[in-house]
């Protein structure tokens, strides 16, 4: 399903003077869809897939914290947050509003949040846990149409493609698959990115560079990841995995190669630091794309990028009725989709140029 952007309605409300946001959102306002080489619409799309992030019309409860979440994930009652830039060779700022905040932004009227948040409370109360809401929820009406969930994840994605050039100094160099992949790394993980010290180390490609190994903010919840239907947090510990944070398992190609080169070996190094963590096992369908997305040549053959990435992934051992078992969850099967998510926008693009 193609969205149409919400942005248009939004811009003509605050020139009209009919919309007020706080001074820190408005950056998120001013973004525009050319911004980035990868198309927006499509990374919606893919987000909102049942293999990521899903797409529920009500508000329900993540699975591990319980905190309210509605659309492909969206948060429904976070705080603003401080969270600090420590790349001193970065000078772009994080961007971490409150839910409220966000919610404003994508054009829709607070009192309704509230509203959401207090029928969602007293739902919860009602069903007694958060597994017995979630098995309630298909009887339920939806709380919000398919266009305003649009337009809360529009937004949301926005403020993950801020922060990802938060995160990487040489961003707008990135190939467009790689744009993507860093933008979704940061939508699904938020502020626990932070943990994965090594992999920030290498996209950044500077020996020696001071990267963020603490943000200001809160590390006591685990990467925003899916749980079949929306968006969970788990544990901090290991997300970044055994080997996040060392440097003797990796290669050295990293300080010889610019960030958004070609170098191969570079890029398998920034792969390796992923492939080698505990989200990459526990999430492994969506590891799969996203990691695979981080080859410079990958929209020559999405498919032969995935297998190689996958095979490389051991899936996370289960417990079930007392037995060790592998888990094991079905590969993400939408290659084409983050092709032509990828590859469209960057074939015009090259288009243009010969023109």
Request: aromatic share 6%; charged share 25%; glycine share 8%.
């Amino acid at each position: 399903m193609q969205f149409s952007p919400p942005s248009a309605p939004v811009a003509e409300a605050l020139a009209a003077g009919e919309m007020q946001v706080a001074p820190t959102i408005e950056p998120l306002l001013e973004f525009k869809d050319s911004d980035v080489k990868f198309s927006l619409t499509d990374l919606m799309d893919i987000l909102r897939d049942n293999e990521h992030e899903g797409w529920v019309l009500i508000a329900y409860p993540d699975p591990k914290t319980h905190r309210p979440l509605i659309g492909a994930g969206f948060s429904l009652d976070l705080p603003e947050r401080e969270h600090l830039q420590r790349d001193p060779l970065n000078p772009h700022p994080f961007l971490e509003p409150s839910s409220a905040e966000l919610w404003r932004a994508a054009g829709l009227d607070p009192e309704r949040l509230q509203s959401i948040l207090d029928e969602f409370r007293q739902r919860l109360r009602a069903a007694g846990s958060s597994r017995r809401y979630r098995m309630r929820m298909r009887t339920l009406a939806p709380q919000i149409t398919e266009e305003e969930g649009a337009r809360l994840l529009r937004i949301a994605v926005i403020q993950a493609v801020y922060n990802a050039e938060a995160y990487c100094r040489d961003f707008d160099t990135l190939t467009a698959s790689q744009q993507m992949a860093l933008s979704q790394l940061v939508y699904q993980m938020g502020v626990n990115l932070d943990e994965f010290s090594e992999f920030l180390k290498l996209i950044n490609a500077a020996e020696g560079a001071v990267m963020p190994t603490g943000s200001g903010v809160e590390k006591s919840i685990g990467a925003r990841i899916d749980s079949g239907m929306g968006v969970s947090a788990g544990p901090s510990a290991g997300l970044g995995g055994n080997a996040a944070g060392r440097d003797s398992s990796l290669g050295n190609s990293a300080v010889l190669a610019a960030a958004g080169g070609t170098d191969p070996e570079y890029w398998k190094d920034v792969q390796r630091s992923l492939i080698q963590s505990q989200w990459a096992r526990l999430y492994r369908a969506r590891a799969v794309s996203v990691i695979a997305m981080l080859d410079p040549q990958y929209t020559d053959d999405p498919a032969t990028a995935e297998r190689r990435v996958a095979v490389t992934i051991r899936p996370a051992i289960a417990h079930r009725r007392g037995r060790l078992v592998a888990g094991r969850r079905p590969l993400a099967v939408s290659s084409r989709r983050r092709r032509a998510a990828v590859g469209e926008k960057a074939h015009r693009a090259r288009s243009k140029r010969r023109v």
